[in-house]
């Protein structure tokens, strides 16, 4: 097998100053040995001429902007680690005992899994080692956490659900980080007025999808980039650039049980799909629902209903980064009737419906009323 010079350059330029991957994983990276296997390594070559780790994708992405500091890329390798950390967490849950309650509530009302515990220190641990974060906030805590004023050089905010869906880990079932990073505004003292802007504000935002594979989507406003971690390097790879998702699909996500409490306009929508052969696929896990939707085409939902009027889904570490990346990938996202982007929150952990997917089916949502 060819293993591409994206590979041997890695060995010779591992961190660029920002390595995520720590000594071990370069030292396995850089080790002739693992170049020689035929297997288990062959599956690089779908495309081994353009093997590239994310984090050389992003700095080469910040070698276009003369301007561009590095911060950003630190930030990003910090969520790569976390991710790695994450990953593993995940994959060994049951046999290091790591399944289960927690034994406690969070401040939205939702008892937390060990897990979740476990996913936030390790953001928490490798976002808060980085001099330009300003401000993180999650999922998990009450209030954001202020790392850094302005003048003390946290140009950041990194705000994230440190794994979503975290109700479905008994069944094995994928489950995801999302995160969103803007900028830090520093004239502003309030912590959680300075990270309630809305989507358009976002610098970059991504997720990591642990499931069969561990794969990482990322925006940084330019398109969207797929990444898969390679378990053998400890590495996230780049799979696919410039993303574009289908036009359409007759593919619904959502979760039906509760349209009968849906508003109106939705239960017309789904009288319409059920007579016109639509498909129906939910998860129950929303990074991997919305990857199944940004890969296949189609839409998911989560509307108002009865038990969460305003939705369920929380604003700025789902809506508004999800949102992002659908629309970089061609598709529309909307909250309501305002385009989920241009919505203004006005507390962290705000609650927005949402509707995101192929722009030909959101639109075809909205033509039944909301
Ligand atoms: P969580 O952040 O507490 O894990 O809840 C969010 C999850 C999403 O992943 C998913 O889309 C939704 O809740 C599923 O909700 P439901 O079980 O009501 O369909
Ligand atoms: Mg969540």
């Not at 979740?116 to 954001?144: K, Y």
Request: glycine share 10%; with cysteine; aromatic share 8%.
């Amino acid at each position: 097998m060819v293993f591409a010079s994206g590979a041997r350059a890695e060995c010779t330029n591992p961190g660029g100053g920002a390595d995520d991957s720590g000594p071990a994983a370069t030292a396995a990276a850089c080790d002739p040995a693992l170049f020689d296997h035929e297997t288990p390594m062959s599956h690089h070559d779908d495309f081994s001429e353009n093997l590239m780790s994310l984090q050389s994708h992003i700095l080469l992405e910040e070698s276009k902007h003369p301007s561009a500091s590095g911060d950003f890329t630190w930030i990003i390798s910090a969520i790569s680690l976390a991710a790695k950390s994450i990953a593993n967490h995940v994959r060994r849950a049951r046999l290091s005992g790591a399944i289960g309650k927690f034994g406690e509530t969070n401040v939205q009302g939702e008892e937390q899994q060990k897990l979740d515990v476990i996913a936030n220190n390790a953001l928490m641990r490798c976002l808060g080692t980085r001099a330009s974060v300003a401000v993180l906030a999650s999922e998990e805590d009450d209030e954001p956490t202020i790392l850094r004023r302005g003048n003390e050089g946290g140009k950041y905010c990194v705000l994230f659900d440190p794994l979503d869906g975290s109700s479905n880990l008994d069944t094995g079932v994928g489950v995801g980080t999302i995160f969103s990073i803007l900028r830090n505004d520093p004239t502003i003292r309030d912590a959680q007025e300075t990270v309630c802007q809305p989507g358009t504000h976002q610098v970059a935002a991504g997720y990591v999808l642990y499931g069969s594979s561990t794969i990482l989507v990322l925006t940084t406003g330019n398109g969207v980039s797929l990444f898969e971690l390679d378990p053998y390097i400890g590495s996230f790879l780049l799979v696919k650039e410039k993303l574009r998702m289908p036009e359409t699909n007759q593919i619904y996500s959502v979760n039906e049980a509760y349209a009968s409490t849906f508003p109106e306009s939705y239960q017309r929508y789904l009288t319409w799909a059920h007579a016109n052969g639509y498909s129906s696929r939910y998860i129950g896990s929303m990074v991997a629902d919305v990857h199944r939707t940004l890969l296949t085409g189609g839409v998911f939902m989560y509307p108002p209903t009865k038990k969460n009027p305003e939705g369920k889904l929380r604003y700025l570490y789902e809506a508004s980064p999800m949102a992002f990346i659908i629309e970089q990938a061609g598709g529309l996202a909307y909250s309501g009737a305002v385009r989920t982007l241009e919505y203004q929150p006005k507390k962290v952990h705000e609650r927005v419906p949402v509707l995101l997917g192929s722009r030909a089916e959101v639109e075809r949502v909205r033509s039944f009323g909301g």
